[in-house]
């Protein structure tokens, strides 16, 4: 198989590299992001391979492999047939559509919350990457008709459990942080796991699809 | 013996954190590595202390802490100038000390430096997180409940203390980093880089930046001339501490140690290991410039610098 086209293997720093496979949100490059990054993973000079969209992030140690070595070798492994993707672990998660964003949300797309609601639940969203913060999971891609641009003015403090899109993107904010994203629902379900490791529900490559509950908290009705 | 707390905590100083040298392998889940920000420092007063260079130890920002031994132990203070004394007499730092029951560590105030670091002879007991015992405020994990030290709260020892504990071993000046008041850090080109203009990248690299007030164990955002670049949309991947990311208004942000795991913004730059501690222990205000370097060099400064650690096996 050959390499993207559009590889671009550049430095971060001294002891860490990016390999970018592309600059697009695809399931396909992003499938193959995360076959790097395992292979990637099981090497002794590696001290950690993050996945990112469309890329990889390689923090390596210096004293056991050069740069242009490590170079070489993650060119090799992307000449390599990538195995065959897992099947992501799928996560059903209950929302309660009431965010403050919710309805002008919907007003400035020009659709009725229920539309937007029906367009949220609607597809399989894959996890893209997780980072940010611990358990922020990156979600998408967004159906076309919720498209946003973010908040002009991002909000100083945004509870956990917040259900937000922006752009191509949705995801739940897993701590109180600040956030610039549209509110338009809630969760009960933890997302930021302090006590298990990872410490994050979802994994790079697990899918989600949320649906509406009525429960008062946001669980399951 | 290792029963028993080692050190009270009388005044806690500004902002004193348990760190170590961070937290590893879990920026896959959004954690970043954490430790200490100047991990040179850290390693340097453990070292002196007799400690494997990771043990867990204090990190003093702006201002010492006021701590009392309650039993006899080896301790070292390396990283900012806070003006340290023992028992209000000027103490030597980067130097072990043995402090006997009773004996007072205190500082006069800041004269050079953001943080300060005090390594105990056996290594600080803390909550461990995912493998370390850093600090972590944002989640509330690692060190003491996940926050800053108060008043009153005593200190117990991981483990033994090493045999022999040799009080009075020094880093000399010429083999720690150059700190100064306004350091060119070395910095790798970032993968970015070709989304500045070709003005900016050069003002990049020949620029003077001033750390501004938004400077915190999460990063600090530099104030210079407006950088121009390439408004091209990435999608979010992964970073790495010492990274300069440039977001559209082009004020650079360098990422310090409990940076975000992911962003979009373009990375121009990547500061090298042997620069962060220099840039660690930079306040707001401060200036500091970026000179270019290759992989490799970074990579023999740091060899270089880390060496004089080794003398102190």
């Known amino acids: ?221 | 013996m290792t029963s028993g707390p080692v050190l009270r905590i009388e005044e806690p100083g500004m902002f004193t954190t348990i760190q170590d040298l961070g937290r590893p392998g879990r920026r896959a889940a959004g954690v970043p590595p954490g430790g200490a920000m100047d991990r040179f420092a850290l390693a340097a007063a453990n070292r002196l202390a007799g400690n494997p260079e990771g043990a867990a130890a204090l990190e003093c920002s702006l201002s010492g802490p006021t701590v009392v031994a309650l039993r006899s132990c080896l301790v070292a203070v390396t990283g900012a100038d806070f003006g340290l004394t023992l028992n209000g007499v000027p103490a030597p730092d980067w130097t072990g000390i043995f402090l006997m029951e009773g004996d007072r560590l205190g500082f006069t105030g800041r004269r050079w430096g953001a943080r300060a670091y005090i390594a105990v002879a056996g290594g600080l007991d803390a909550e461990r997180w995912l493998g370390s015992a850093s600090t972590y405020l944002l989640v509330g994990r690692g060190g003491v409940h996940g926050r800053t030290l108060h008043a009153g709260e005593e200190l117990t020892l991981a483990g033994p203390e090493p045999r022999p504990a040799v009080a009075g071993r020094c880093l000399p000046v010429g083999q720690r980093p150059t700190y100064e008041l306004s350091p060119s850090l070395a910095a790798v080109a970032g993968p970015h880089v070709r989304l500045l203009s070709p003005p900016s990248r050069r003002a990049f690299f020949r620029e003077r930046w001033t750390v501004s007030r938004d400077a915190d164990r999460m990063g600090y955002r530099l104030e210079g001339e407006t950088l121009q670049v390439k408004a091209e949309e990435l999608v979010s991947f992964g970073l790495a501490m010492g990274c300069v990311q440039v977001p559209p208004a082009g004020q650079p942000i360098l990422l310090m140690a409990d940076h975000q795991t992911a962003g979009g913004y373009p990375v121009v730059a990547g500061v090298a290991r042997c620069a962060l501690p220099l840039a660690a222990q930079l306040l707001p205000g401060a200036h500091l410039s970026f000179e270019e370097v290759t992989v490799e060099a970074a990579q023999a400064e740091w060899r270089r610098l880390r060496g004089a650690l080794d003398t102190l096996r």
């Open chain 1, 1 to 221: 198989m050959p390499a993207p086209r559009s590889l671009h293997i550049e430095p971060l720093g001294d002891a860490a590299l990016l390999v970018e496979l592309g600059r697009r949100v695809d399931t396909a490059l992003n499938t193959r992001a995360l076959a790097l990054a395992a292979a990637l993973q099981k090497r002794r000079d590696v001290r950690e391979a993050v996945p990112g969209y469309a890329s990889v992030a390689v923090h390596y140690d210096p004293e056991q492999v050069t740069y242009r070595g490590l170079v070489g070798v993650i060119q090799r492994l992307l000449e390599a047939k990538p195995p065959p993707a897992p099947h992501g672990r799928l996560h059903r998660i209950p929302v309660v559509y009431d965010g403050p964003d919710l309805e002008a949300s919907a007003a400035e797309l020009g659709l009725s919350v229920e539309t937007l609601v029906r367009l949220h639940t609607e597809p399989t969203y894959r996890c893209f990457m997780i980072g940010f913060t611990p358990g922020w999971a990156y979600l998408g891609p967004l159906p076309e008709q919720l498209r946003l641009p973010r908040r002009r003015v991002p909000r100083t403090h945004v509870p956990p459990g917040s259900v937000a899109m922006a752009g191509s993107q949705t995801g739940v904010y897993p701590l109180p942080t600040p956030g610039g994203w549209h509110l338009i629902g809630r969760t009960s379900l933890r997302l930021f796991l302090p006590q298990s490791d990872p410490p994050s529900l979802l994994r790079t490559g697990d899918r989600v699809k949320f649906f509406a509950a009525v429960g008062p908290d946001g669980g399951p009705s």
